[in-house]
């Protein structure tokens, strides 16, 4: 069974119990004392995709990055911000 909680920086995670074996090669991989984090705060997520907080807030904003709340904290989901850096538009190059 996966718990959920909070570790000391913040961040939602889940905690594989006692049997690796049931979860994702991932979980496997790294034995049953591997975290995933499955939700950050705005602050990670700035830091982690390398924006600003006016950006992030922005975006949600303009509902092209869906956030949740959990009491007083705005959290977004892993899979929420890979679908968002997904749709972000590639930089094309003009060959000369």
Not at 72 to 88: H, V
Request: net charge positive; hydrophobic share 40%.
């Amino acid at each position: 069974m996966i718990q959920k909680s909070t570790n000391p920086l913040g961040l939602w995670i889940n905690e594989p119990d006692q049997n690796p074996a049931q979860y994702e090669p991932e979980y496997r991989a790294n034995g049953p004392t591997a975290f995933a984090i499955v939700a950050f705060s705005i602050d990670t997520f700035c830091k982690r995709y390398g924006v600003g907080r006016t950006l992030a807030y922005g975006e949600i904003a303009a509902g092209r990055l869906r956030a949740i709340k959990v009491g007083r904290r705005t959290l977004i989901t892993q899979k929420d911000a890979d679908q968002w850096l997904a749709k972000r538009p590639a930089i094309t190059v003009a060959v000369i």
